[in-house]
């Protein structure tokens, strides 16, 4: 998946089309991702004791990963993700490869 969570992220389609926001929660296995503000819905709620009280609330639900494009964080711009192999050496000395997210547009590191 191309986002993770604590991601900006802007929604490209749907009916929350140009919203930004923080994605709050990920589901790699199920391609979707829950982003603060963005595809909220009304729940009745029912009382179900005196620490739970009913009535109307607001909840954000999961959209799918592919409405969201990653904002980058040092150009601004909604961006497609690149993957690049970075090698760094451990403290015991071995060469490990980590894969690093870069934008597109300013090649940019992301994480």
Partial sequence: MHVKSKDTVIVITGKD???KGKVSAAFPKLNRVTVEGVNVVTKHQKARNAMQPGGIIHKEMPIDVSN?????????KATRVAHKVDRVTDENGKTVR???????????EID
């Fill in 68 to 76: 969201v494009m990653l904002v980058c964080p040092k150009c601004g």
């Fill in 17 to 19: 089309k140009g919203k």
């Fill in 98 to 108: 980590k894969m690093i997210r870069v934008c597109k547009k300013c090649n940019a």
